[in-house]
């Protein structure tokens, strides 16, 4: 359960309020107000004392000197949107998209903790979200409890010291997500106890189980999952509520498909409302140019879901399934002041936005409170090797085949053991290499499907932090990983020996060191250039990141080696250089 952060003396002086000796900082008067409890609208004002409501109702205060009052007739007050399932690292890190986020009305977060666990100690990790914790937004986050690809040094980062100091964290509230729950099926007793650990402080289980049998969901029930995020289907969630797990639904940059299923429910006429949640699942930054959790109750609406079901899906219901109500999702004494203020009940992108009881958005203009937070802890990427032309060997039989986005399966490779520098546009298939950030190993294959025309490609944003080249021509795959060494990481484009477009990612080599609103045009005018030349996907950023994500079928190209998921083994391995 989150910690309650209020002194004494603050609960005395918020009391003091009430009896008039003291007065609120805020007071919104004459609000149309969910209460989210009542599943019902109702009139009032909203009394709030530094980041607390310390009134909601009919009265008003006594004592009102210095008291900033502002008269809502007219307007509609629901609480601060909650996004359960944010993947923080998506070329933005937490607090460029919790201040992007923060204008359409998103205001808590509960992140993947993945990223601060590859590229930190605890300690370093823990001091950075005890610093956002003093930003006016709510951070929550989960434990990992695996890498979700093949590394050799994973139990050494996911060891159970390291795992039980973060679910012992007040801002950890769950364990997961379970993309290595086929180990846990296999009988790895560590992830067992490690979720039973988790249960008996209090916190929740994800699990990340798509295409699941009922059987599967049975045996996952029973090993402690409470909650799923990957119903693709409306027979998907039948099942899931059926076993009595919390459903998230996903409208993401490569699932969109919250519309579709919550058409399904209303037509079928479920009255399961209560039991859903919704997320937007770590999209890229382009996907987010319409709202965060404000664009999926927007799809709620549009999809026929009641404006208070579709909002509580956003906020009260979340809180409630984390045992946070104490806390969030619900405007009513002694709660967060996570506020946003609406033109109407349709309209789910607020005019403004109170969290923690700081005014972030007001008349619809951004009024800039965030403060800034150290990034620099992330580092940097110093790239203090070159490639040869002995690196780029590529004769091997087997390569890596593109279904869609994120998943690839084995192909035979035609061509084995004809090397050549340039490969023809007439068809899709190009060199790939991932290559160790430093230096010490390389592996060398083919990809197809990935685009007809990309000379060279180079990133540095991947599941491990690991160097990604793609292409048609050695040369410029050379030339793009020079270009991405004199960047310090992030994401290059090349052709001929020119750059077409780049994005620089010099926090640690993966992350944009800037706002969101800076990096979507970055985004945007790489997907486009990677569209012209041959990439039919719909998310290339997904792409990188997955090439190596071994929690989805069927092959992956991973730190040990190209590896098979479904055998788990690998199948070549490494070269060291």
Same mark, same amino acid.
């Given at each position: 359960?989150?910690?309650?952060?209020?002194?004494?003396?603050?609960?005395?002086?918020?009391?003091?309020?009430?009896?008039?000796?003291?007065?609120?900082?805020?007071?919104?008067?004459?609000?149309?107000?969910?209460?989210? @409890?009542?599943?019902?609208?109702?009139?009032?004002?909203?009394?709030?004392?530094?980041?607390?409501?310390?009134?909601?109702?009919?009265?008003?205060?006594?004592?009102?000197?210095?008291?900033?009052?502002?008269?809502?007739?007219?307007?509609?007050?629901?609480?601060?949107?909650?996004?359960?399932?944010?993947?923080?690292?998506?070329?933005?890190?937490?607090?460029s998209?919790?201040?992007?986020?923060?204008?359409?009305?998103?205001?808590?977060?509960?992140?993947?903790?993945?990223?601060?666990?590859?590229?930190?100690? #605890?300690?370093?990790?823990?001091?950075?979200?005890?610093?956002?914790?003093?930003l006016?937004?709510?951070?929550?986050?989960?434990?990992?409890?695996?890498?979700?690809?093949?590394?050799?040094?994973?139990?050494?980062?996911?060891?159970?010291?390291?795992?039980?100091?973060?679910?012992?964290?007040?801002?950890?509230?769950?364990?997961?997500e379970?993309?290595?729950?086929?180990?846990? @099926?296999?009988?790895?007793?560590?992830?067992?106890?490690?979720?039973?650990?988790?249960?008996h402080?209090?916190?929740?289980?994800?699990?990340?189980?798509?295409?699941?049998?009922?059987?599967?969901?049975?045996?996952?029930?029973?090993?402690?999952?409470?909650?799923?995020?990957?119903s693709?289907? &409306?027979?998907?969630?039948?099942?899931? &509520?059926?076993?009595?797990?919390?459903?998230t639904?996903?409208?993401?940059?490569?699932?969109?498909?919250?519309?579709?299923?919550?058409?399904?429910?209303?037509?079928?006429?479920?009255?399961?409302?209560?039991?859903l949640? @919704?997320?937007?699942?770590?999209?890229?930054?382009?996907?987010?140019?319409?709202?965060?959790?404000?664009?999926?109750?927007?799809?709620?609406?549009?999809?026929?879901?009641?404006?208070?079901?579709?909002?509580?899906?956003?906020?009260?219901?979340?809180?409630?399934?984390?045992?946070?109500?104490?806390?969030?999702?619900?405007?009513?004494?002694?709660?967060?002041?996570?506020?946003?203020?609406?033109?109407?009940?349709?309209?789910?992108?607020?005019?403004?936005?109170?969290?923690?009881?700081?005014?972030?958005?007001?008349?619809?203009?951004?009024?800039?409170?965030?403060?800034?937070?150290?990034?620099?802890?992330?580092?940097?990427?110093?790239?203090?090797?070159?490639?040869?032309?002995?690196?780029?060997?590529?004769?091997?039989?087997i390569?890596?085949?593109?279904?869609? +986005?994120?998943?690839?399966?084995?192909?035979?490779i035609? #061509?084995?053991?004809h090397?050549?520098?340039t490969?023809?546009?007439?068809? +899709?298939?190009?060199?790939?290499?991932?290559?160790?950030?430093?230096?010490?190993?390389?592996?060398?294959?083919?990809?197809?499907?990935?685009?007809?025309?990309?000379?060279?490609?180079?990133?540095s944003?991947?599941?491990?932090?690991?160097?990604?080249?793609?292409?048609?021509?050695?040369?410029?795959?050379?030339?793009?990983?020079?270009?991405?060494?004199?960047?310090?990481?992030?994401?290059v484009?090349?052709?001929d020996?020119?750059?077409?477009?780049?994005?620089?990612?010099?926090?640690?080599?993966?992350?944009?060191?800037?706002?969101?609103?800076?990096?979507?045009?970055?985004?945007?005018?790489?997907?486009?250039?990677?569209?012209?030349?041959?990439?039919?996907?719909?998310?290339?950023?997904?792409?990188l990141?997955?090439?190596?994500?071994?929690?989805?079928?069927?092959?992956?190209?991973?730190?040990?080696?190209?590896?098979?998921?479904?055998?788990?083994?690998? @199948?070549?391995?490494a070269?060291?250089?």
């Open positions: 359960m989150p910690k309650i952060s209020w002194k004494l003396s603050n609960i005395r002086e918020q009391v003091s309020i009430i009896d008039g000796h003291a007065a609120p900082n805020i007071v919104l008067k004459n609000a149309k107000y969910l209460h989210s @409890m009542m599943k019902s609208w109702a009139t009032g004002n909203i009394w709030i004392s530094n980041d607390r409501i310390v009134y909601v109702g009919k009265e008003m205060p006594a004592n009102i000197e210095g008291t900033e009052v502002v008269d809502l007739a007219g307007k509609v007050v629901v609480p601060g949107y909650i996004e359960p399932h944010v993947h923080p690292f998506q070329l933005y890190n937490p607090h998209f919790a201040e992007f986020s923060a204008q359409t009305g998103t205001t808590t977060f509960i992140s993947d903790n993945m990223t601060l666990v590859s590229l930190m100690k #605890n300690k370093k990790a823990f001091s950075f979200m005890d610093e956002l914790a003093k006016p937004f709510s951070f929550y986050w989960w434990s990992r409890f695996d890498s979700q690809t093949e590394l050799e040094n994973e139990r050494e980062l996911y060891s159970n010291a390291s795992v039980l100091e973060w679910l012992d964290r007040h801002d950890v509230l769950l364990g997961g379970l993309t290595g729950w086929p180990r846990l @099926m296999r009988g790895d007793d560590q992830m067992l106890y490690w979720i039973q650990a988790a249960k402080k209090g916190k929740k289980i994800e699990g990340h189980l798509p295409g699941a049998s009922e059987k599967t969901l049975a045996k996952m029930r029973l090993l402690g999952v409470d909650g799923d995020h990957e693709m289907t &409306i027979e998907d969630i039948e099942a899931r &509520i059926l076993h009595g797990y919390a459903v639904l996903r409208y993401s940059s490569i699932r969109p498909d919250l519309p579709h299923l919550l058409k399904a429910v209303v037509d079928k006429g479920y009255e399961i409302f209560d039991h949640m @919704m997320t937007t699942d770590g999209s890229t930054p382009s996907f987010h140019e319409d709202g965060v959790m404000d664009k999926c109750i927007r799809a709620a609406l549009e999809a026929g879901v009641r404006p208070v079901d579709a909002y509580n899906m956003a906020s009260y219901n979340v809180a409630r399934y984390y045992n946070m109500t104490n806390l969030h999702g619900l405007l009513a004494t002694g709660r967060y002041a996570n506020i946003n203020i609406l033109a109407d009940e349709h309209s789910p992108t607020p005019e403004a936005v109170i969290s923690k009881g700081v005014w972030l958005k007001r008349d619809n203009t951004d009024l800039k409170a965030f403060p800034e937070v150290d990034l620099s802890l992330f580092g940097d990427l110093k790239i203090d090797f070159d490639l040869h032309e002995g690196d780029f060997q590529f004769s091997m039989p390569g890596v085949e593109m279904v869609n +986005d994120v998943i690839t399966k084995p192909y035979s035609k #061509n084995f053991g090397y050549q520098h490969l023809s546009t007439d068809h +899709d298939e190009s060199y790939l290499m991932l290559v160790d950030r430093n230096g010490k190993w390389r592996i060398n294959t083919m990809i197809k499907g990935f685009a007809t025309h990309v000379k060279g490609f180079a990133s944003y991947s599941n491990t932090g690991d160097i990604i080249l793609i292409g048609k021509s050695v040369q410029d795959m050379q030339y793009a990983f020079q270009e991405l060494k004199k960047m310090n990481g992030g994401i484009l090349v052709e020996d020119k750059i077409v477009t780049s994005i620089p990612l010099t926090l640690a080599g993966s992350i944009y060191d800037g706002t969101v609103d800076e990096v979507i045009p970055l985004e945007l005018a790489l997907k486009s250039a990677l569209k012209k030349r041959g990439y039919h996907h719909t998310d290339a950023i997904y792409t990141l997955f090439l190596q994500s071994t929690h989805l079928p069927y092959i992956r190209i991973t730190t040990r080696g190209i590896f098979d998921v479904m055998k788990n083994k690998v @199948m070549l391995p070269v060291m250089r």
